[in-house]
């Protein structure tokens, strides 16, 4: 075994075996997960190999001391309990209050200065500062959560030691042995550890916002690599993950003192108090941050949301946050998670021109938002409202005028959209040409009730303004340069189906935006190792 006791400038033996069968996997098509963690430079992981250390040190402190305050008292019901968490969250604030955070934003445990010098570290080599038995390795664990979410499990400490344990390639590439066969009950730092020490680590690892600040560092090693290259727009949507919880649904009075309704976690308490209905401590969410999350009218899903950000004409996604409240509309979402894209990556702010969303983004208000405080354009999918097709008080031959503002003609033809003739407020439009260049017009059976004309050109027909009240005529969604633009917002669908579907799962199995937003957090980091190793 090596000795942890290195002097300063001593190079530290490390011993590097060659397997046979390595090679075997490095070779194989779906091995990517070999591949990368066998070659992760794990010296570009000491800076928060030390913040771990730090952060288990004070951890294994503040473990033995009660959580919850001795003299923490509370005379509230059950019932009460659930209104007041209920009026609590970011759906229930009203439009006038000071903005709720949309954005989740974890509370990081502070730390008392730095002790472990991140120089000092390496696999295998931990900081003497840690008493007692020698703590399992921070770059193997890594390893582990990493590899696990490479290979497409849910990168949380059952699944991983599900794999530790199963399979010796992947507990040898992460840095660990199997038990010695003659002494199975002996402790050794190197063994595959326990479930109890990676559901630590996870822990460690979120309270102390260690898994962020990865995310953060591996995105901008591949800006700066090149591997991904800053753009002029952004794309953005939202996603749902099915919630590890169940929900009741609670009856409130609004402040004009209608009866509604909401769902929301069951409550429940921290402490393993024997009567919760008597007992002081507080009454808490079971699963908060999960919420009634509206695909559609018929599509509701109780989970948790996740606003996701990328490049367009990459495809790739650059951030991915939780949302603090699932019920939250994406139209509010998607502000709050630029403004923080913007201050973690300012080089990119400065390229960016424009940002894409889908129709829940289509609004005035925050098209102006976006351009005072961001200086960027917002161009969102056209929302038509509430507006139906008009059928009356048409041009001669026009059948019916979409709630896109698209006319269709007698023989059902699509008018192509060709400009605006801003003098008089109209917008023109031409019947559509056939391949070879001539007019749909020219041989059409409703010709007499229509054109009536014997030229090639067509049928044009012109709009008024005023017709199609729900068209901004200086942006119209007819236009093909708004259409050009608006092709390019659906790879952030791929975006999300890679980190959901390829990286993970979509079924939590833990409670909570912490958990959740350290799931995201794993993921991406998983997801940038792979497009720098596909690079
Ligand atoms: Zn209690």
Redo the contacts with the bound molecule.
Sequence with gaps: MLSPIVAQDQQLPLIHEVHADDHYLLNTIDGEWFEILHNLPWEDYREPAAAYYDALYEFNINEHQPVIGAGETTAETKEQAKQRLLFARATMQAKDDPPAQIIYQGEVVQLNATKVDPMDLAPGVVPLRLVGRKPKCFFSLLKSFLGTTLMGFAPEPEQVYLLLKSNPSFARVCGFAPKEKDRPEQYSYIQVPSLRKLQQFDQVMRQAGIWERIKVSEVKANFQAGVIEAEKELVGDTTHYHAASGFETLTYEDEKGNVKKKSQSKVT?G?R?ED?SS???EWELSDEGAGTVVKSKTKMYWGHKASVIGLPKQGVAIDAVAVTDAATHDGQTFFPHVEKVFGQYPELAACIERALYDSACDDAELKARFKDELGIELKASFNPRRSKALTSDLPRGIEKITPYGVPICLAGHELDYKGIRYDSGKFIYEAPRQDDGSSVCASCSRRWDCCNRSTQSGRTVTVSFDTLPQVDPNDPPMAKRFKAIMSRRPSVERMIKRLKCDLGDDRLSKRGNESFQAYLDKTMIAYHLLIRHLH
Excluded: E, Q, S
Aim: net charge positive.
């Design positions: 308490k402490c108090c919760w007992c002081p401590h």
